[in-house]
């Protein structure tokens, strides 16, 4: 069975692509943040592959969410640069998509012991 301390780097790799997502949904802080976030975004969702579900198992949807996610995010980054207005509706777009596949793929606790 799997513990809760096996879910620690689930946990922070979607902790980062969160915040990631996070930073460029609120664009507080600048271009150069934004920049941090959405390579927090890659790196999360990268560092979360391994423990996505397998296309057979049910509940795949979070990882896919958080992929397709990531890539809208990084094809909006250069398009923002030539038209904001549309890479910034996709930037909007690829945060949400990441934000809400992190809420569904966030481990809480192991399964209980019979």
Same mark, same amino acid.
């Given at each position: 069975?799997?513990?809760?301390? +096996?879910?620690?780097?689930?946990?922070?790799?979607?902790? @980062?692509?969160?915040? #990631?997502?996070?930073?460029?949904?609120?664009?507080?802080?600048?271009?150069?943040?934004?920049?941090?976030?959405?390579? =927090?975004?890659?790196?999360?969702?990268?560092?979360?592959?391994?423990?996505?579900?397998?296309? +057979?198992?049910?509940?795949?949807? &979070? &990882?896919? @969410?958080?992929? =397709?996610?990531?890539?809208?995010?990084?094809?909006?980054?250069?398009?923002?640069?030539?038209?904001?207005?549309? #890479? #910034?509706? @996709?930037?909007?777009?690829?945060?949400?998509?990441?934000?809400? =596949?992190?809420?569904?793929?966030?481990?809480?606790?192991?399964?209980?012991?019979?």
């Amino acid at each position: 069975m799997a513990s809760a301390r +096996s879910h620690r780097p689930l946990q922070l790799a979607l902790l @980062l692509a969160g915040a #990631g997502a996070l930073v460029i949904l609120l664009h507080l802080f600048g271009t150069a943040v934004s920049v941090i976030g959405l390579g =927090a975004i890659v790196i999360g969702t990268v560092l979360s592959a391994p423990y996505a579900p397998s296309p +057979s198992e049910p509940g795949r949807g &979070w &990882w896919t @969410l958080l992929a =397709a996610g990531a890539l809208i995010s990084l094809v909006a980054a250069p398009l923002a640069l030539v038209a904001e207005t549309p #890479g #910034g509706l @996709l930037g909007v777009l690829g945060g949400v998509m990441v934000a809400v =596949a992190v809420a569904l793929g966030f481990p809480l606790a192991g399964p209980s012991k019979p």
